[in-house]
């Protein structure tokens, strides 16, 4: 690589090390009481369609960076045959004071969200919770991320796509912590 990318590409590099230290140090956590990392996720969990009562799991998070102003929390399934995953919950502007969601707080029709927080359009075609609902097979991973943010709000329209929204969270984001269930459907007989 020539001086020239060198140059051009230090800031970024910077800043990519930057964010991986922030994200890795050990001090933001995500917790939840209803999911265990690497466990099947229960049924309560699962996407109605699949048999599943389709509540959002209770999460909580702490350890948060200096500088946070919001957070953001999504749940995304890379397992999903559709060459670009699947995002099956996107939850963002929760003020900086929020330090956990409820059980079911992810509801369509009657969400329990901090007030100011927004769901945006899951790959489902609405906004709130959908649970796991993959094709029979191999076990997917369904991955639960908390974002602290450097900005107070994210401004996108209500229908964005899971890409826009996950876009700009990137984009804000300080840190990061996640953990991940496993779900598979089991083919019918």
Request: proline letters at 8%.
């Amino acid at each position: 690589m020539g001086a020239w990318h060198t140059k051009a590409l230090g800031p970024l590099l910077m800043g990519l090390a930057f964010a991986a230290h922030a994200a890795g140090d050990g001090k933001f956590e995500l917790t939840s009481s209803d999911l265990k990392p690497g466990a099947t996720i229960g049924k309560d969990f699962v996407y109605g369609g699949c048999g599943g009562k389709n509540f959002s799991p209770a999460l909580s998070w702490s350890g948060a960076p200096a500088g946070t102003k919001s957070f953001a929390v999504t749940a995304y399934d890379p397992d999903a045959p559709t060459g670009s995953g699947w995002w099956h919950w996107q939850v963002i502007n929760l003020s900086a004071d929020t330090h956990a969601l409820e059980r079911g707080a992810g509801d369509a029709k009657d969400p329990k969200l901090p007030a100011g927080a927004q769901q945006s359009r899951t790959d489902f075609g609405e906004s709130g919770y959908g649970g796991p609902c993959p094709p029979p097979g191999k076990p997917h991973h369904y991955i639960f991320t908390v974002y602290a943010l450097k900005t107070d709000k994210i401004d996108v329209p209500a229908d964005a796509s899971g890409a826009m929204v996950g876009y700009h969270i990137r984009a804000e984001a300080l840190a990061h912590a996640s953990l991940t269930g496993l779900y598979a459907t089991v083919p019918a007989k």
